[in-house]
């Protein structure tokens, strides 16, 4: 989880979330211990309730997906089986997107 962090695959967010960055702030290691663990005085619950929840998410088995095609390019007229040039194709709308 430590590595999500770093490379910003997890966003915390601190207004909705301050218990819990707060409890990030102040943890510490224990240095006495030659595994990398909090220091036993600080209070960790809500960071073990989070890292408990991050291993259940299971993204770590998640891959990759290629961003769509802009709209109009020929990638996109390719993709939905029309002609580039034809234009008088109506764009589906997505649902509960209005008119």
């Known amino acids: 989880m430590n590595g999500e962090f770093i490379q910003a695959r997890i966003k915390l967010n601190t207004l909705r979330c301050s218990q819990v960055a707060d409890e990030y702030a102040g943890l510490i290691w224990d240095e006495r211990t030659l595994k990398r663990e ?53 764009i589906p709308r997505a649902a509960g997107s209005g008119s």
């Open 38 to 90: 909090e220091h036993s005085n600080c209070a960790n619950d809500l960071a073990d309730a989070t890292l408990y929840a991050w291993r259940l998410c299971y993204s770590y088995l998640s891959e990759a997906v290629d961003p769509p095609p802009k709209v109009g390019s020929p990638e996109w007229h390719a993709r939905r089986g029309g002609d580039v040039a034809g234009g008088d194709q109506a």
